[in-house]
């Protein structure tokens, strides 16, 4: 069995209305859809658009579980959609109030489900100190993951950010960063901004956000080793998800090479910056051949296997002939490592024999 380390909810319109105090509700976010595409509404305004894709599997465990089966798949790390915005906002108190909604809501709705399911809590980070009690309170809920924005306010190695590192260590809660929840704000500071009406601006987003998909998590990866975040935190696991992978067997490489003058290795901390990476960093990716080509760099150990279901650009409903594919001159060892066994190990799941 397969176990997916990427998978997403599509929240139900009301999620946050119906959880909101009364004196927010006009800004809750929620949905209103177009004839192909559904527009996210955050704070009033109109934030970004999603096609409308068949399944619609809002709240519906039963029916997740059902494709889960057909696609081959046992268990699955779930991120929201309209949800993960809700890490970008500025406003601290409306992103608490929105992030809390969201995971009381997945707490509720997958509590009977854990053995399969892991949601995954939303955590903004512009107060540190908010943040902080809400990755222990999420904890307390029986949740297994947290997620932060890619992109912070302030960048990672600030040491305002000590506090939530050691709080997710201390609750031995996986720190996720998606890639959806910065492509948005890092494509309109580059003046890309998608109207899905528009070919062109489809066009040019299609042809920028695959270098944005390399860069944003590299120089993530990058400030975690370099400020010695890891170092500090040996306990502390962060994935970078939807991502894909094939840039970190270079990253790796040229954060070793960086340090190394005259043969010898000039990096003032005990383990090399790779030895890091393979310890407390993992990716996630669909069907990119790369990473599997670079194993005896990266080791099986830093990567997971995602299906992204049930966005289309994925590999449900075919993940299984798909990956039989992918995988087909991969030690047994490493792809079952991949494709479930580091996702298992990580969330604490236990998967039954086939």
């Known amino acids: 069995m397969l176990n997916s380390a990427d998978c997403h909810l599509q929240e139900p319109t009301n999620l946050w209305v119906d959880r909101f105090p009364a004196n927010m509700r006009e800004r809750a976010p929620r949905f209103e859809e177009a004839t192909t595409y559904r527009a996210w509404i955050v704070d009033g305004k109109p934030v970004t658009h999603e096609p409308l894709i068949g399944t619609d599997l809002t709240g519906d465990v039963t029916a997740r579980l059902q494709q889960m089966n057909a696609d081959g798949i046992w268990a699955e790390a779930i991120f929201g959609s309209l949800g993960l915005y809700c890490l ?53 809920l029986g949740l297994r993951g947290i997620a932060l924005p890619m992109v912070p306010p302030v960048p990672y190695s600030d040491r305002r950010y000590d506090r939530i590192w050691a709080v997710a260590q201390e609750a031995r809660l996986p720190v996720n960063v998606h890639f959806d929840d910065a492509g948005v704000d890092i494509a309109k500071q580059l003046g890309l901004d998608h109207d899905p009406d528009d070919p062109r601006s489809r066009r040019v987003m299609a042809t920028s956000l695959p270098n944005l998909l390399t860069l944003v998590p590299q120089h993530f990866v990058a400030t975690l080793v370099g400020a010695g975040i890891l170092a500090a935190y040996p306990d502390l696991t962060l ?15 040229s954060m070793d090479f960086a ?18 990476v393979r310890r407390q960093i993992k990716a996630t990716f669909q069907d990119e051949p790369a990473p599997l080509k670079f194993l005896h760099i990266t080791g099986h150990e830093p990567l997971m296997w995602g299906s992204d279901f049930p966005h289309p650009e994925g590999t449900w409903p075919r993940s299984r002939e798909i990956t039989d594919m992918l995988f087909s001159d991969v030690p047994p060892h490493a792809r079952e490592a991949i494709l479930g066994g580091n996702m298992a190990q990580l969330y604490g799941l236990t998967v039954p024999a086939t």
Request: negative net charge; contains cysteine; charged residues 30%.
């Open 88 to 140: 970008r906002l500025r406003d601290a108190d409306f992103a608490l109030e929105c992030c809390r909604a969201y995971n009381d809501y997945i707490a509720e709705t997958f509590r009977e489900h854990r053995d399969r399911e892991v949601p995954i809590a939303l955590i903004p980070v512009v107060d540190t100190d908010a943040a902080a009690a809400e990755i222990e309170r999420v904890a307390e």
């Open 239 to 253: 994935v970078c998800v939807e991502t894909n992978a094939g840039w970190l067997a270079p990253l790796m490489e």
């Open 259 to 276: 340090w190394t003058v005259d043969g010898r290795v000039a990096w003032p901390r005990p383990l090399r910056p790779s030895d890091y």
